[in-house]
């Protein structure tokens, strides 16, 4: 078995690098982020339409390249290290995902074309946002005349307020799992949550009678649970692409900055309390990186290991990330949380993807209790 | 139009400090280095595919890029890069790094030239490895074809481009008839540098070169990339150019604090000699 990219997808990182390098300098970055959109809609429009990457997981059939979650675990790590803000993680990893996994044909046509196209944008709403399970849903369905009615509340639903496709998990009278695609329209309202890391949008999400199409229900009435549950591992699996990414970038910057901050007229790095600590967070940086990979692997795949295994890249990718850009400021001194450093940024973005699908603490509880182990 | 574009791969200027002389200052020990196309190559590919298309969006390609480099089997990534970006096809002279020299470059794309007849080569004005800046020049003198270096500009017209060059206090233009050979300066790749017949002069490019897309970089493993030999195409291989000896320059000394601006005019005058 081959334990290394191909050549293509190699090429592929090389590519989005290179867009990254100047899309998501950190000018751009704190420029993006400081717009009521929170992402430059002309890079977002480059990336996921001219340059593809929106289009990799999804079939031909549906507009997509027809290649695997390996590739955007690939894409997903270098827009972790540049920090791109966008909503690629909400529209592809979560959306677009669902709207695969679990649309008919004409669905997939209607909302997943657009999004592999790169000219809409999608966000799922499933429960809170800590959660990682189907059976964390909490918004209820009630058939009406005309289709579907939803009740209830969503606090925070990643992805952007104002996103063109609202895929709502919602469990019916018969206490089978649905999703369901929500319009805008009476009883629907969707406002902009304000969250630690500006690189990533969060919105809150209330329905009221929000009424939805009989058509719009994906996948018939038959109970979703195991299939959202399927989607939620994967985007769990790219989240920790993600946060590997972000981790490195931090390791990079603060192994850079010890080579050359000089005191006492050596660099910083040729102390042992500096060396040791990076070396400590470099091997957090490379067993998240392993785990990731692994899991992103299990993702383009249909294997029954991908649950606990994207729960063990999301633990340790979580970790070395908040390892990584806390000892990165430690490093950087007393310039590490000014805002001009960009270190500040990274530790955000650690707080904020630690908690996103399941926290470290309630994974590992969770894979304890899977082994048997747990309380 | 056919065009025809030579590619270089040189270390990546910015990990420098990875190339290492070992003693005796024979060769460089290429070992570790991390390779990238040569920028000003880049800009020529860029320029090639502007007047290869109709520059809109979505752009319809109107000619066909040929990419071409010398060099052992690992170059052939450099060319699936340029094939990712646009390139149809590529052509890589299987050699090794020291069997090569200008002339000999030179000589070989005469060859190929001769074989794939395009209407013009573009090629960057010089590679930033060895700076020789002669390649171009040689192989139009080789071609007898006419030659415009150092493009800054270049708009297609019937049978012949319009090629603006930057010199000192202002631009020359020249027109060349087809065929031709440009060699191409960092301005090319300016939104407004490059048309295409087919292109409107109200289109704006991005500035800079283009990136490659996923699929494109999916697709670049179907499109066709021969392999020649050096002594297919040139009869004389010997170098022209030897190189004696390389040595790294000396490392920079640390610097010194001066207690006040006498003692620095002082030193500048007495040890660095510059006043």
New interface residues.
């Given amino acids: 078995m081959r334990f290394a990219f191909t050549?293509?997808q190699e090429?592929?990182r090389?590519?989005?690098r290179?867009?990254l390098t100047?899309a998501s300098s950190s000018r751009e970055v704190r420029r993006a982020t400081c717009t009521p959109r929170g992402w430059d809609e002309g890079a977002y429009a480059t990336a996921a339409g001219?340059?593809?990457?929106a289009?990799?997981p999804f079939s031909e059939a549906d507009g997509g390249?027809g290649?695997s979650w390996l590739?955007v675990g690939v894409?997903l790590e270098e827009i972790g290290r540049a920090l791109f803000p966008s909503p690629f993680f909400a529209s592809v990893c979560l959306t677009g995902n669902a709207l695969a996994a679990l649309g008919d044909e004409g669905q997939r046509a209607r909302w997943l074309a657009p999004i592999a196209a790169g000219t809409s944008t999608g966000a799922l709403a499933w429960g809170a946002a800590d959660s990682w399970r189907a059976r964390d849903a909490t918004v209820l369905a009630r058939r009406v005349s005309a289709g579907w009615a939803l009740d209830g509340e969503v606090p925070l639903v990643p992805g952007a307020h104002d996103a063109t496709t609202l895929v709502v998990a919602a469990r019916d009278e018969a206490g089978a799992l649905g999703l369901f695609v929500v319009d805008d329209g009476d009883g629907v309202t969707r406002a902009a949550r304000q969250t630690l890391d500006a690189t990533s949008r969060f919105f809150s999400l209330s329905l009221r009678g929000a009424r939805v199409a009989p058509d719009a229900r994906l996948g018939g009435e038959l109970d979703a649970s195991k299939k959202l549950d399927r989607v939620l591992s994967i985007a769990m699996a790219m989240l920790a692409c993600q946060q590997v990414g972000a981790a490195e970038a931090c390791l990079d910057a603060a192994v850079e900055y010890a080579k050359t901050r000089h005191q006492f007229g050596k660099p910083i790095g040729s102390f042992q309390a500096v060396k040791h600590l990076l070396a400590d967070v470099l091997t957090h940086v490379e067993l998240a990186k392993s785990a990731a990979y692994e899991a992103a692997f299990l993702a383009a795949r249909d294997d029954s290991e991908l649950e606990p295994s994207a729960w063990t890249a999301k633990t340790l990718a979580s970790t070395a990330l908040s390892l990584a850009a806390g000892q990165s400021i430690q490093v950087h001194g007393g310039v590490g949380f000014t805002w001009e450093v960009d270190a500040h940024r990274y530790f955000k973005n650690a707080q904020q993807t630690e908690a996103l699908l399941g926290a470290p603490a309630a994974l590992r509880e969770a894979f304890a209790a899977r082994m048997g182990i747990g309380a | 139009m056919k065009i025809l574009v030579p590619l270089k791969r040189v270390a990546d200027p910015d990990n420098a400090n990875k190339i290492k002389i070992p003693a005796g200052g024979a060769t460089i020990d290429t070992t570790g280095l991390e390779w990238k196309p040569n920028p000003f190559d880049e800009y020529a590919l860029e320029a090639a595919l502007r007047l290869t298309e109709n520059g809109a969006t979505p752009k319809t390609r109107g000619g066909e890029v040929i990419v071409v480099t010398f060099g052992p089997k690992e170059c052939e990534?450099t060319l699936?890069?340029a094939l990712?970006t646009g390139a149809d096809r590529a052509i890589r002279v299987d050699a090794k790094d020291d069997e090569l020299d200008g002339s000999i470059v030179a000589k070989a794309l005469r060859a190929i030239v001769d074989k794939e007849k395009p209407d013009a080569v573009v090629m960057g004005k010089q590679a930033v490895d060895g700076d020789s800046n002669q390649i171009g020049q040689m192989l139009a003198q080789h071609l007898g074809w006419p030659q415009a270096t150092f493009a800054a500009t270049i708009e297609e017209e019937d049978g012949a481009l319009l090629v603006g060059r930057e010199v000192d206090g202002g631009v020359i233009t020249l027109r060349v008839k087809l065929p031709a050979l440009v060699t191409v300066d960092l301005r090319i790749v300016a939104p407004t540098s490059v048309y295409s017949k087919q292109t409107k002069r109200d289109f704006k490019y991005n500035d800079?070169v283009r990136?490659?897309?996923?699929?494109?970089?999916?697709a670049?493993?179907k499109k066709p990339l021969a392999e020649l030999k050096l002594a297919e195409l040139v009869s004389d291989t010997a170098l022209k150019v030897q190189y004696s000896r390389f040595e790294a320059p000396p490392s920079r000394k640390a610097g010194i604090k001066v207690k006040d601006v006498a003692e620095l005019v002082t030193r500048l005058k007495n040890e660095a000699k510059v006043i």
Avoid: H
């Fill in positions: 050549e293509e090429a592929m090389k590519a989005t290179a867009f100047t001219e340059l593809g990457w289009m990799l390249l290649l590739e894409v | 990534t699936r890069a990712a800079g990136f490659a897309a996923l699929p494109a970089i999916m670049a493993k």
